[in-house]
Structure formats: C-alpha cells, structure tokens
DNA sequence: TATTGTTATACTCTATAACTATA
DNA sequence: TATAGTTATAGAGTATAACAATA
C-alpha cells in the first residue's frame, strides 16, 4: 500500500466492468483494515507537506519525544515508539550529524545516554509540530472537532494497554 | 515499528526516569500516530493467528477480494488494494502454485486474466475470514458494538474519496 | 548476570524503469 | 497510443545475532 498517486478515475470502461465496481464490503468491515488505510492516507500526506524540513514520520516522532521529554534514551524512544534498538542508531545518529539532537552523558547511568534538543531543533520543531497540526486537521477535515475526539480516543482503546 | 513483542513491565528503574513515564501526549493527539498504533496491534494479532493458514495480511485481502469478485484482474486488485502491480505479480503466482486461486483467460479483454477461487480457495477463505472476524472482536474487545462501528464510519471518512 | 548502545546483516516491503502482448 | 501483465532491480523498513562498556 501506501502508492504515490492514485488514479483520478478508473472509468468504467475497466474490463471486467460487468459490475460498476469491486466490491470490498467484507474488507472495509475490518479494523485493521480501516485503520491501516486511514492512517496510510495520513501518512501521505505528512510525506508531502513535512518533505521541507526532511523529516520522515519516524524522524519526527523521535524529535517529538525529545522535545517534551528532554533526556530520555535511546532504550525509552524505542519503547515508546516500537523500534529495534539497532533501528533507532542512524535516526538518531542522523539528526545528531543535522544538529537537531545533541547528546549528552546520562547523570546517573554510565551506559545510557541522555538526547536533547538543539537550539535549531527546538526552533524547527515549533514549525514542524504546527505543521502537522494544520495537516491533520486537512486530513480530517470531513469530521467535527468531536467526532476527531471520538476517533483518538477509540482507537486508543485498542492500542493502549 | 510492529516488534514481536513489547516487554511486559519497562519497570520504574529505567534510566532517567526522574519524571515517572514517557509524556507522549503530543503524539496521542494525532490521528496518524493514533491509526498506525491501533493498525499495527491489529496486525500483529493477525499474524499469529493466521499463522496456521500460511497468510499475510496482503494474501488474505487478495483472497477476500477474489472471492467476493471472480473474475477480477491484477489491475483491480492493485487498485482496490493500494498495491504496484509489480508486486502483485509475485503474491498471485504463489497463491496460484499454493493452488488456491485459479487464472482464467478475460471474457473480453485479452491482456487481463480474470482470477477465481478454486474449490479449496472457497473453503479456506470460509475458515479464514471467520478466524479474522473473531480476532478483531478480541482486539477491540473493549470496544461497545456501537463504537466498533462509530469507529469504522469515522476512519472511512478519513480515507474514502 | 542484565542492560545500553552499537555493528553487521538478512529479510520483507515498496518503488521505478522497461519490456511484451493486446486494445 | 494506451493498458494489462511481467521482469529486474533499487531503496526503505524491520528483524536477529553478537559485541563492548557499564550496572
């Protein structure tokens, strides 16, 4: 899933177009399904308006983490956001090489190492979290401010322990 | 994101943990993070479970698709699915040599074959979309009828044009 | 002995270009 | 010329094993 572009329109003169279209009923009664083709739309649409500042979904969820949690370790954003450590060592190596992340010894745990944000990090994220404010409420345009309400909150009883 | 499994307690004594938890609220105010979360637990629930029948989720939805529109082409298939036909060239000809769906030539189109389930396509796909139907209902066990649905209606008004 | 961060690596998924056969 | 199916291949995402340093 989640391709570039979709066709504008696949007429009617598909072969097979016996039938006006395919019918997807029993899949669209699915969650994982529903949910998944939500959150791809979503997702595509954070690709085309957060390309400005080259921040993938997982780079900005990490900075995300850290701007609120200032300090936290590589072993609580993998917690936190359900990466393999060894998955999360060039995200962070990457935007520490961009000066978004600096990193410094942890106070009380030599092994660990304690990530904060740079004066350009806390500045880009500022713009970068508006950003995804103003795309998200795009994306959800065709609901109320109550029933977006409504759909975190269900779709966190799903996912939350 | 998606790991196998997620450590059942990350303790108190993780590192840095002056603040008790994580704050991930920013991030739990967004439908996209939100959708992924609640997609990716659904999915890894669909992978144990459908184990036993050898199906991803891409091969079940195919499958699905198939069954509920024979004759449908590779074209359809990847539109109503998302997929590049590149990679649905590889999926039907497994599920062909698995012998669960059967190529046919177009009535008539000659460069598309329409696909159907073979007898034993049609039984699994009886089981298996049971055993799906009873693994969403465990996954959004804490979900009312009603909120299963509001929940549905509300993504789909997200994702569908 | 267990955990943090890391390297190396394999596997899957997704994407692009280009070809053929037919429309 | 455009479309259906295909091949080959590149790139991104995700997985496991194993290591050094510290707890």
Do not use: W
């Not at 072993?75 to 520490?96: E, H, S, T």
């Not at 410094?104 to 713009?127: N, Q």
Request: aromatic share 4%.
């Amino acid at each position: 899933m989640s391709q570039r572009r979709t066709k504008p329109s696949s007429s009617a003169s598909d072969p097979g177009s016996g039938e006006a279209a395919i019918d997807a009923s029993f899949l669209e009664s699915l969650l994982g399904y529903n949910a998944r083709r939500a959150a791809l739309v979503i997702i595509e649409r954070f690709l085309d308006r957060m390309s400005v500042y080259g921040l993938r979904p997982v780079d900005f969820s990490t900075l995300s983490l850290v701007a609120h949690n200032p300090g936290i370790t590589s072993r609580q954003l993998c917690a936190a956001l359900g990466i393999l450590p060894p998955n999360l060592v060039r995200i962070v190596a990457d935007l520490d090489k961009r000066g978004l992340v600096q990193r410094k010894p942890h106070p009380t745990d030599g092994r660990a190492i304690g990530l904060h944000l740079s004066v350009e990090g806390r500045k880009m994220m500022r713009e970068a979290e508006a950003t995804v404010r103003a795309l998200e409420d795009s994306a959800s345009s065709r609901l109320t401010a109550e029933e977006r309400l409504t759909l975190m909150s269900l779709l966190q009883k799903i996912y939350k322990p």
